[in-house]
């Protein structure tokens, strides 16, 4: 069964740096696209960014200048990082696993593992 | 437009039909894929590349596509589906990730 589990600083002062591993115990890295997604309290899913195992990359246009994700493929693990921080990027921040391709006619993409998440709080 | 639009609230009787809808030019080229979501926990996938349930959801939930428009629809609805649900795809570039703002449902 597939798990992620994701770790890092839950308490941020303004200015600094968010830090969040993710890993993937039991699943096969390479197939799949990875995902950094955050909710701020009482609003939607917003996706950060992804990468996939060769380390290509795609991010959210408004955080692009503020967001890197990179892979660690030889410990199945994947990281986020968030520089100068607001409040506004305090959030619940999820890992995600997500599927890729095309069908005959359509093209694909859903999440079919997330990890458990990991609230963020930004305050002075 | 790379957005997917939802409508915000939807309220059905128990045991009832409810239609959840997800607007957006990407989903002329994207199968929508759908999540539901309870406070306090992380999303859960109900249906995916348009009517695919993983294992373990109720057949009570299904999934339709036209044109720019993706539904799920949960047909018998019961009290435990009161939730957030949440459609997603990727853009009509490929190079993003969209999700629409989400619609809360209650169950009456």
């Known amino acids: 069964q597939v798990q992620l589990q994701q770790w890092g600083a839950g308490l941020l002062k303004p200015s600094e740096t968010l830090s969040l591993t993710c890993a993937d115990y039991g699943g096969s890295f390479s197939d799949y696209h990875w995902s950094w997604i955050r909710q701020p309290p009482g609003k939607g899913l917003e996706w950060i960014g992804e990468?996939?195992?060769?380390?290509?990359?795609n991010y959210n246009p408004s955080l692009k200048s503020r967001v890197s994700i990179s892979v660690d493929r030889s410990k199945n693990q994947f990281s986020l990082k968030v520089t100068s921080v607001t409040a506004a990027d305090t959030a619940v921040y999820y890992c995600?696993?997500?599927?890729?391709?095309?069908?005959?006619?359509?093209?694909?993409?859903?999440?079919?593992?997330w990890g458990k998440g990991t609230t963020v709080t930004v305050s002075s | 437009s790379s957005e997917l639009t939802q409508d915000p609230t939807v309220s059905v009787a128990l045991g009832q039909t409810v239609m959840i809808t997800c607007q957006g030019d990407s989903l002329r080229s994207y199968y929508a894929s759908w999540y539901q979501q309870k406070p306090g926990q992380a999303p859960v996938l109900v249906i995916y590349?348009?009517?695919n349930r993983p294992s373990g959801i109720p057949d009570r939930f299904s999934g339709s596509s036209l044109g720019n428009t993706a539904s799920l629809t949960i047909t018998g609805a019961q009290a435990e589906d009161e939730a957030d649900y949440y459609c997603?795809?990727?853009?009509?570039?490929?190079?993003?990730?969209?999700f629409g703002g989400g619609t809360k449902l209650t169950v009456l």
């Open positions: 990468i996939n195992h060769s380390g290509s990359t």
């Open positions: 997603n795809s990727r853009d009509s570039s490929g190079n993003h990730v969209l």
């Open positions: 995600a696993r997500a599927v890729a391709g095309r069908s005959i006619i359509f093209y694909y993409y859903y999440i079919d593992v």
């Open positions: 590349a348009k009517n």
